[in-house]
């Protein structure tokens, strides 16, 4: 959900500096030998993103220790990220940071909900190990994001989560993210998707599924709620006297504010605040 500048290193580049790392000479020989099949993945990676539909890229059983080309199995691919890319000690490394730092820790799938701690492989490795060391499938990612996603894939397009190097600026740039306020004590939230009626069902359906995948839903209603709270408490002190006009006013503005990520919990939740009569008109 938020737009990230592909990283400016290609796969076969960062393969061959993760083969650097290796001191054994069969494996090091043997793993060299498909540097164009790296390649040519990540052409195909690129090429199905842009279409939307990456979910056509073929699964290997997460299981299963397959030939994945020449004479690399998928456990060599699987390791040359564990053990020659992620390793503090490992020249490649740098790279790893370089992909890492880009997000200033800020996590792409719930919006900056989480703090940035991994690197999640957008295709889970275990089933698409020929993308192990391709940056375009490596996204910073908090730690929640990656345990609510966990190794699930699409394999169907609409079923496809929102990716932040690859995706159509539609998800970035149109709204389709909604709050409702519910009178309660204390006041909550209930986030929502309201995608633009022009949109397509599949493109409906993928924000829909990516607000699912990564429980945002609850998460986003969490986090609104502390925001609420400390609202509240400004309305019964330096703003006890401002008018309901005023602070329905003063909370439009804030979920306005182009500061804050379109379809973000923040700016939602300061709308629908200010759309609801009954809370700024409640007297706390
Ligand atoms: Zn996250």
Redesign the pocket.
């Known amino acids: 959900m938020i737009k990230l500048t592909l990283p400016d290193i290609n796969a076969k580049y960062l393969y061959t500096e993760c083969i650097k790392g290796i001191a054994d000479d069969a494996l090091r020989l043997k793993l060299q030998q498909i540097e164009n099949e790296i390649e040519a993945a990540e052409t195909v990676y690129l090429q199905k993103a842009d279409l939307e539909l990456i979910c056509e890229i073929a699964a290997i059983n997460k299981n299963q220790n397959p030939i994945v080309a020449g004479n690399v199995l998928k456990s060599d691919l699987t390791k040359l990220y564990d053990q020659y890319l992620v390793p503090k000690v490992k020249s490649a490394r740098e790279y790893y940071d370089e992909i890492f730092v880009a997000v200033n820790g800020v996590?792409p799938?719930?919006a900056g909900?989480?703090t940035a701690k991994t690197l999640d492989h957008f295709l889970p490795k275990t089933n698409f190990p020929i993308y192990s060391v391709t940056p375009a499938n490596l996204v910073p990612?908090?730690r929640?994001?990656n345990t609510e996603k966990s190794t699930t894939y699409a394999t169907i397009p609409e079923k496809q989560c929102i990716h932040p190097y690859l995706d159509n600026d539609r998800y970035f740039t149109e709204r389709w993210l909604t709050a409702t306020i519910v009178p309660t004590d204390p006041v909550s939230i209930s986030f929502s998707i309201a995608a633009p009626l022009n949109w397509d069902d599949c493109y409906k359906q993928r924000v829909g599924n990516h607000f699912y995948e990564?429980g945002l839903a609850a998460r986003f209603s969490k986090a609104a709620g502390a925001e609420i709270s400390t609202i509240v408490d400004m309305r019964k002190g330096i703003m006890m006297n401002c008018s309901n006009e005023d602070f329905r006013d003063q909370l439009a503005g804030t979920g306005h504010d182009n500061k804050y990520l379109l379809n973000g919990w923040k700016r939602t939740m300061y709308i629908a605040l200010s759309q609801s009569p009954w809370f700024c008109s409640k007297e706390f």
Do not use: M, P
């Open positions: 996590c799938f719930c909900i989480g990612c908090c929640d994001c990564y």
